[in-house]
């Protein structure tokens, strides 16, 4: 897989996994070990979706994940 | 005129927006609002506390100073004399505008550290980040120091030396559970019978210490024999009673004292001078005598809360104020008319307040179990009375209304539903869901009085006083009834049990063999043999746990000990003994249950997939697991589309049932320091998702790192697919008095359905079919994900949305982004 | 050895040596090779005073001893802390980074949040 953000190249299991956006869908959370973004990644094709973008809150984070998790088949 | 028809106005666009945060602060009095706005918030953000917090350091100096000086002193005089130098020297203030008083630090923006809980602790709090009081290099010198000197001298160090190593061991990998065997740290009920109901002050309360004191001395003084032996010891501890209320007695003097100052030098205006000189009579009057007012009761109140956390980090709040408040309150409102109902508000939403603003340094395990609060701080509204009668009063609907507009996350309510609720009391109960506090959850309460009478022998009458000694668990505030101590270590990561059963007992997160080794799983030739493994991890954990606690509290008047608590507890007055003593109570253990439904849901797709349709080997099974489900997303999806518990689907519902009857079973045969029973009660607060990273991957198709479900009996998030009745269905099958001790059940439903009179009605149908299903507890979360969306794009402007989170509520911005998450992804459920 | 004098050995080492009350200096002092920078180590959730297991060397190791000693079979890994100098540990092996958000949950793996690592993260 690889990282949309710094083309850092690894399999997906070398990204570190985070959680998922729901347990009945793909689509789960990992940050990659060389730029430390977060990635949405659909675990089925083992491929990027989008970059998760941290806000500067301590606390929000908005991940902007609506939408992408939906249920699978 | 015209302005107040432009509020009116803006509060109805308000209501439409359903934006209730900014409502509440419009409709508060000028008072409650900069009250409201003035406290600190305490709870930490995700496990970090916010920035301005800082740990006191004064009280644990002061507290070393005194402990050391009598290092030859019996435990409970000691301890005693040191907390009554915190008493008479720690800094004391007063907020402006307020009107109660009383906290337990030195500055409002302060937390409590009690240094004599836990070594680690202590250390965890030097590592801290943010916490340490300007200069930080003075700071972190002294906290050395000070942990210097209490390196494995605490509570925690001492129970720690005498559990067996391997339980010791196990226990603190964190693996299997939290909380501390000590009442250092722990939910300490309030003897509320003998202190509001009795009508006893500090004074009345040395009366009767001098008067057990006489008559013990006439004995000690007497025939000598074996019998007066333990009467020296008591007489100690008498001593020990006698002098923290005396200290306490001081305190409250002290604050009445600075009251006076204050109005007499400093405050020009003559209303808030006349308030200082109230609040200095009130500190005159309680707590050494029973309390003439409102006020005064409410102080009372607040005096004995602030004590007992001087004394001890307590986690919980068990309460019950419209019961106990509501003498006092109709005597003021309605019958001598002393005060407005206004008025009233006003100090009912002051009390809620000072309770919000206290806050103590917990470890990181709790600040992420608890996120956003700093203890579950629930109290009781509701239920009857002791002959049965309907208790709801006129105080009732003004916590609720006081409720709405301080918007506090802690207190949280719980209310004691049953058939006789007034319609009007249920209204201002469904206008406080709807607001989206979250609270109060709603429990069922013939089903709990019958459930107290059934697990551990509470006799009706006391049954019928029950108050949430933490999140959920039932407690009479009776003589023998009251809990002094719920020690937090029989809190099992029940996820666990079939994680150990796959694994043969090893923990490949801690990497230790941590249960018993029930066999090679991909060898099990049947579901029999699966289950009966998980039946032996269970026994080992529930086990395990338990004995931390029953060596804990049976230690704890000699390691740690309240002497506060004891002089406020009728049968340590009586009998001279710490009231943390197993002797005189009757026992009101659970375990809770962290991580549960993850075990039916597990075991159900184990037999689905392995041993009924065999589409995988449990060896594949156990592979994916030991890899975290790594390139196997088709078979993990497989396991997620077994059956699920929440959805009245009898193949799943069924294994939940039997899981829950084999833990009943085992309750009736390990035993608490009292002899009664140990049942189990499913419920998770955020412990969800400070486990995430800590349970393995498992057959329900979670990943290591995957929130766990959200708790108690609730299904997991997203996984209930056939709507509410299905939910409710599936948890009416549990017995909820014969199966455990309470069962969690979280809910989201949708804002927009429920709006308006129509709303009321379908709500009120629901709890309709929940009471006649038997569920004994069920609470709500109605904010929309647009708004959860918005507060995690634009935190700064949706600062005081509040969330159920599972056995509390808490602020949507002060919890980490995970557990947002894990919200979000909870079922809206249309009704 | 029996089974309570076997883990009479392990509570020790988990309070020992790693516990004992240490200077300002030493307290703040983070080793260019700590244990916390390692990939092998495993923060305790439990106590999150910056205490962890090694992943790999087991009780019975002693990275401090000269010659040190590894020990890597066993069923419990090696308590340490997150500050303990790792320079002679021949497992030591460098994490890519190290997640310092303390706003975010028990990561036995990958997070360490005590004050002295901040910054530390890449």
Redesign the interface.
């Known amino acids: 897989m690889k990282c949309t953000e710094c083309s850092f190249e690894a399999p997906v299991a070398k990204f570190r996994y985070l959680y998922n956006a729901r347990i009945d869908a793909s689509i789960a959370l990992r940050q990659c070990p060389q730029c430390q973004a977060w990635l949405a990644v659909d675990e089925l094709s083992g491929s990027v979706k989008q970059k998760v973008g941290p806000g500067e809150a301590p606390w929000g984070k908005s991940a902007g994940i609506e939408g992408l998790a939906e249920d699978a088949r | 005129m015209a302005q107040a028809a432009k509020i009116q106005e803006s509060i109805e666009d308000l209501e439409k927006k359903q934006e209730w945060w900014w409502i509440a602060e419009k409709k508060r009095s000028k008072r409650l609002d900069y009250l409201r706005k003035a406290v600190w918030k305490k709870g930490a ?4 506390y916010a920035p301005g917090v800082k740990v006191d350091l004064e009280i644990p100096v002061l507290f070393t100073q005194m402990y050391n000086w009598w290092k030859f002193d019996p435990p409970m005089l000691r301890r005693a004399k040191a907390n009554a130098h915190i008493l008479d020297n720690m800094t004391i203030f007063i907020t402006d505008h307020a009107q109660l008083v009383g906290y337990v630090g030195t500055t409002p923006n302060t937390l409590l550290w009690r240094i004599d809980g836990a ?3 202590n ?2 709090l ?5 916490v340490m009081p300007e200069p930080e290099q003075a700071s ?2 002294k906290v ?1 120091d000070l ?2 000197a209490w ?2 001298q605490t509570a925690v160090d001492k129970v ?1 030396r005498i559990l ?3 339980d ?2 196990k ?5 299997i559970g ?1 909380g501390a065997p000590t009442s250092a740290y722990g939910y300490s009920g309030k003897d509320y019978e003998f202190l509001f109901a009795q009508r006893n002050g500090f004074l009345d309360i040395i009366e009767k210490i001098d008067e057990a004191i006489e008559k013990a001395e006439d004995r000690t003084m007497g025939a000598p024999g074996p019998d007066i032996l333990p009467l020296y010891e008591r007489l100690q501890n008498w001593d020990a009673m006698k002098m923290i209320l005396e200290a306490s007695i001081r305190y409250a003097n002290r604050y009445a004292r600075l009251a006076r100052i204050i109005a007499e030098n400093y405050e020009t205006d003559p209303t808030r001078k006349e308030e200082l000189i109230r609040l200095a009579e009130t500190c005159e009057h309680v707590p050494a005598h029973a309390p003439r007012s409102l006020q005064e009761s409410l102080q009372y109140d607040h005096f004995v809360q602030v004590l007992a956390r001087i004394e001890a980090l307590e986690g919980a709040w068990p309460a019950r104020p419209d019961y106990y408040h509501w003498p006092m309150y109709h005597k003021d409102v309605n019958v001598e008319k002393n005060i407005t109902r206004e008025e009233a508000l006003d100090l009912v939403g002051e009390f809620m307040i000072r309770a919000y603003e206290v806050g103590g340094f917990g ?3 709790a600040r ?1 179990g608890l996120q956003g609060i700093t203890g579950t701080w629930v109290w009781t509204l509701g239920g009857v009375n002791k002959d049965g009668t309907d208790a709801c009063n006129d105080l009732t609907v003004a916590f609720l209304q006081a409720a709405r507009m301080v918007r506090v996350a802690n207190p949280t309510f719980a209310f004691r539903w049953h058939p006789k609720v007034a319609d009007d009391v249920m209204r201002e109960v469904f206008e406080c869901i709807r607001h989206g506090l979250g609270y109060p959850s709603i429990r069922n309460d013939p089903v709990l009085i019958q459930n107290a009478m059934h697990w551990h022998g509470h006799p009706l009458e006391e049954a019928r006083t029950w108050v949430h000694q933490a999140c959920m668990s039932p407690c009479p505030t009776t003589k023998h009834g009251v809990q002094p101590m719920r020690m937090a270590s029989a809190t099992a990561n029940c996820a666990k049990m079939v994680e150990y059963a796959l694994h043969n007992g090893y923990d490949f ?5 941590m249960g018993p080794k029930t066999g090679d799983a991909a060898k099990f030739k049947d579901f029999e043999e699966f289950f009966a493994a998980w039946v032996k991890q269970m026994e080992w954990l529930t086990n395990t746990l338990v004995r931390t606690v029953n060596l804990g509290r049976y230690k704890d008047p000699e390691f740690f000990g309240r002497p506060f608590l004891s002089a406020t507890y009728e049968r340590a007055v009586e009998s001279g003994l710490d009231a943390v003593s197993p002797v005189g109570e009757r026992g009101n253990c659970w375990i809770t249950g962290f991580t549960w439904v993850e075990n039916a849901d597990s075991l159900a797709a184990v037999k689905k997939l392995v041993f009924d349709d065999k589409k995988y080997t449990m060896a594949e099974l156990l592979d994916a697991l030991r ?2 489900w ?2 196997r ?2 078979m ?2 497989d396991f ?2 077994a059956p699920k518990w929440g959805n009245d689907d009898d193949y799943v519902d069924d294994i939940m049932l039997r899981c829950l009857r084999e833990v009943a079973r085992h309750s009736r045969e390990i035993q608490c320091p009292c002899g009664n029973t140990w049942p189990l009660l499913p419920e998770n607060v955020s412990g969800n ?6 349970v393995g991957a498992l057959p ?8 766990l479900y959200d708790g108690g009996i609730s299904p ?4 209930d697919k056939k709507g509410p009745t299905a939910v409710l269905k599936s948890c009416g099958k549990i017995d909820h008095v014969g199966d455990g001790r309470a069962f969690l059940l979280n809910q989201r439903l949708s804002p927009t359905q429920l709006a308006g009179e129509k709303g009321y009605q379908l709500w009120k149908a629901y709890i309709k079919t929940w009471a006649d299903l038997g569920l004994d507890h069920v609470q709500f979360n109605m904010v929309s ?1 647009e708004t959860l ?1 918005a ?6 402007k949706y600062q005081e949305v509040i969330v159920r989170v599972a056995g509390y509520s808490a602020h949507f ?9 894990n919200i ?2 909870r079922t809206i459920q249309g009704i | 050895m029996g089974r309570r004098d076997e883990w009479k050995q392990v509570q020790n080492s988990m309070y020992g040596e790693i516990t004992k009350a240490r200077s300002v200096e030493e307290r703040e002092k983070v080793p260019d090779a700590a244990c916390g920078l390692c990939k092998n180590f495993a923060e305790n959730a439990y106590a999150s005073d910056g205490r962890g297991l090694c992943k790999i060397l087991k009780v019975g190791s002693n990275i401090a001893a000269d010659p040190p000693v590894f020990v890597t079979a066993g069923e419990v890994g090696l308590p340490t802390m997150f500050n303990t100098d790792a320079a002679a540990c021949a497992h030591y092996a460098k994490m890519d980074f190290i997640d310092t958000d303390g706003t975010e949950v028990a990561d036995p793996g990958y997070r360490r949040v005590q004050r002295q690592m901040e910054g530390k993260g890449k």
């Open positions: 953000i995700g496990g970090n070594s680690m602790v250390e965890e030097y590592n801290e980040p943010g972190l010198k050395a942990n210097a390196a494995g720690a067996d190593p391997e010791a061991v226990f603190l990998s964190g693996a939290w470890p990181r395990w992420e997160v801690v990497q230790m063999q890899t975290n790594e390139g997303e088709d993990r999806l997620v589309k998702i400070h486990y995430s990273s800590i329900n198709g979670r990943r290591l790192g995957d929130a997991g998030p997203g996984l994900d969306r507060a995690q794009r634009d935190p700064e911005v002060d919890i980490s982004r995970k557990t947002q998450d979000i992804q």
